[in-house]
């Protein structure tokens, strides 16, 4: 698997991971992603179901806590948090990117 292919799965994850912290299923988590960052919905799937075989009790324990939607947030507030989340994700790689690497070497206080 190439470089992009690994940035861009380590890139769904990261984003996976923060529709957890939202409380989102899976299923929410794959519309969000379709809608927000045009993310295949068979893309986080598949990122996701590696999650859950790789971390069994927690999403046993999550899967039965998302159940109840009490501590949900609204749908505005969750596109919004979303909106914000990919638009942060983006700038960071960006930023990344577009770093020369002859400047990683040099020490910043000099």
């Known amino acids: 698997m190439g470089d992009s292919s690994a940035s861009y799965i380590h890139m769904v994850q990261h984003l996976i991971e923060n529709c ?6 899976k299923e929410e988590c794959m519309e969000a992603l ?5 993310i295949e919905p068979v893309i986080t799937s598949t990122v996701w179901n590696e999650l859950e075989k790789e971390n069994k009790e927690f999403f046993e324990g999550y ?5 109840t939607k009490d501590d949900r947030l609204s749908e505005a507030e969750t ?12 700038s ?10 002859a400047d990683s070497s ?3 206080d000099t």
């Not at 957890?20 to 299923?25: E, G, V």
């Not at 899967?63 to 159940?67: E, W």
Request: hydrophobic share 20%.
């Open 34 to 38: 379709s809608k927000h960052a045009n």
């Open 79 to 90: 596109d919004e948090l979303i909106q914000k989340m990919i638009s942060d994700s983006t």
């Open 20 to 25: 957890l912290i939202f409380h989102m299923s």
């Open 63 to 67: 899967n039965t806590q998302t159940q």
């Open 106 to 108: 040099k020490d910043p």
């Open 92 to 101: 960071k790689d960006h930023r990344s990117s577009s770093k020369d690497p």
